[in-house]
């Protein structure tokens, strides 16, 4: 007798359980429902984000532009104004220094390019290509400040 009513009260339980784990198909199709609408709504939102992102980078690289062309423009200005101070000085010194302001100027045309041709192919060529022309410009001041310097000597 124990062992059937233990055994009545395993199936009960089984049954119970079986009955209880499992859904109705119109609850599985909401709950697909609520799945593709929470997937949906990610998407939009990962979607904004790149697009907030790519406009946060744009702002970037032109707000850099605005400012690297400002500087191109100085350093040409005082390549320009040192080459009308050394007009005056001995020919040997005159022609030594005409060369490397040639190279400054050159070297500033080719940032000038640089910027100019640059086109974003996402963050990672961003970042790159600015801290490298931010490199190259400190270059090219130091070398300009470096010519100055030796011709006061």
């Known amino acids: 007798m124990k062992n059937s009513i233990l055994f009545l009260a395993s199936i ?11 859904q109705s198909s119109a609850t ?17 939102d990962s979607e904004r984000d790149l697009y907030q992102t790519k406009l946060d980078t744009i ?20 390549i320009a104004e040192f080459k009308s101070s050394i007009a005056i000085k001995k020919e040997e010194a005159k022609t030594e220094l005409d060369k490397k302001l040639v190279e400054l100027e050159n070297k500033n045309n080719e940032l000038k390019k640089k910027l100019a ?7 990672y060529t961003w970042i790159t290509f600015k801290n490298e022309f931010n490199h190259d410009m400190n270059e090219l001041d130091k070398a ?9 000597k």
């Open 117 to 123: 041709d640059f086109k974003d192919d996402g963050k």
């Open 144 to 152: 300009f400040k470096d010519l100055t310097v030796d011709n006061v």
């Open 59 to 78: 702002t970037n690289y032109e707000q850099f532009k605005k400012e690297a062309e400002k500087i191109i423009i100085v350093q040409g200005k005082n």
């Open 12 to 22: 009960l339980l089984l049954t119970v359980t079986m009955l209880s784990g499992c």
């Open 28 to 44: 599985k199709v909401e709950n697909a429902e609520d799945k593709v609408l929470e997937a949906k709504k990610d998407l939009a």
